[in-house]
């Protein structure tokens, strides 16, 4: 299956409501302008007002009668996740798409304390699935779907430590990071199989992608030879950002996905059409996943009640 087909090979999505965080650019984008151009409705769930409205216009541009429309999430800021979950008013919710997030920024914290990465890539989707998942369990066929990284290989999470306040490095806090998405991925699948439900938790990465979440931090520091070279990697060898997408897209819509399973480009993790891709060992670790979704919820203040735990 190439990179195109599967593209075109999207399945009718008419009549399901999908939710995805972080749509103003790059993979996020591409994801919800394909799940819109296949008949879904899309909330474009983003930070900045300005950008979200105008992603949802680019995306009616390139499909005409796309059924789009922005809604101001802010992952930073807990108080934001429960807002955006209380206006939800839909009664169904078919995909849930946790791709918002962020990559190796200088030690910052969240509104509610927390470092930044993990408090954005995990802790923010993690509350936003707990305050949705009444909806997610009512909706027959309904995925979660979190967007971890091929980096989740730096580092195992470290629960002494979750908001690497000793000894701050951010491509080890990234790391950490995406070993929680897989890890919630996997406690997630665990718990709604045993209460018989037949949502799909399963995960998916981009392999090296062109976007701008490579520059950010850099950005951020004003490193400008560091962007400029990171820039020339995204042109050289990244493969575009729209590849990138399909192992998400793959994941929210293939026929026969199953839960915890993690999905990625073909060839090395790095480029190339969706299949299965490698994880490290700890990602599947029932204990490591059980305390990290204890602490998650000491943290946010978010009980997955529906789950009877």
């Known amino acids: 299956m190439t990179q195109r087909r599967y593209a075109n090979d999207i399945p009718d999505q008419s009549g399901r409501t999908a939710v995805v965080t972080g749509a103003n650019s790059g993979i996020g984008l591409i994801t919800a302008r394909e799940l819109a151009r296949h008949g879904a409705r899309v909330l474009l769930a983003c930070r900045d007002e300005r950008r979200g409205k105008e992603a949802a216009a680019r995306i009616r541009g390139a499909v005409p009668d796309a059924d789009v429309e922005f809604a101001e999430l802010d992952l930073a800021d807990l108080s934001s996740v429960r807002e955006f979950a209380a206006a939800y008013t839909p009664d169904r919710l078919d995909l849930l798409i946790n791709n918002a997030g962020v990559m190796a920024l200088p030690y910052r914290r969240t509104a509610d304390g927390f470092e930044t990465q993990f408090g954005v890539n995990h802790l923010g989707h993690f509350a936003l699935t707990g305050l949705l998942l009444p909806k997610l369990l009512a909706t027959p066929g309904a995925r979660v779907v979190s967007v971890s990284s091929g980096l989740h290989a730096l580092s195992n999470i470290d629960m002494g430590d979750l908001n690497s306040e000793r000894n701050y490095r ?16 996997h406690e997630l699948a665990r718990r709604t199989a045993a209460i018989g439900s037949g949502l799909v938790a399963a995960a998916a990465h981009p392999g090296y992608a062109s976007t701008n979440l490579q520059t950010a931090g850099v950005r951020m520091e004003n490193r400008r030879a560091a962007e400029r070279v990171i820039e020339f990697g995204n042109r050289i060898i990244a493969q575009p950002a729209a590849a990138g997408a399909l192992p998400t897209l793959y994941a929210a819509t293939a026929p026969g996905v199953r839960p915890d399973s993690f999905t990625g480009p073909r060839v090395l993790g790095w480029r190339g059409a969706p299949a299965p891709s490698w ?25 997955f009640a529906s789950l009877g735990a």
């Open 279 to 303: 994880r490290a060992g700890w990602t599947r670790n029932d204990v490591a996943s059980e305390r990290l979704w204890v602490a998650s919820e000491q943290l946010t203040g978010v009980t």
């Open 170 to 185: 951010r491509w080890i806090a990234y790391g950490r990071s995406k070993t929680a998405n897989l890890l919630f991925v």
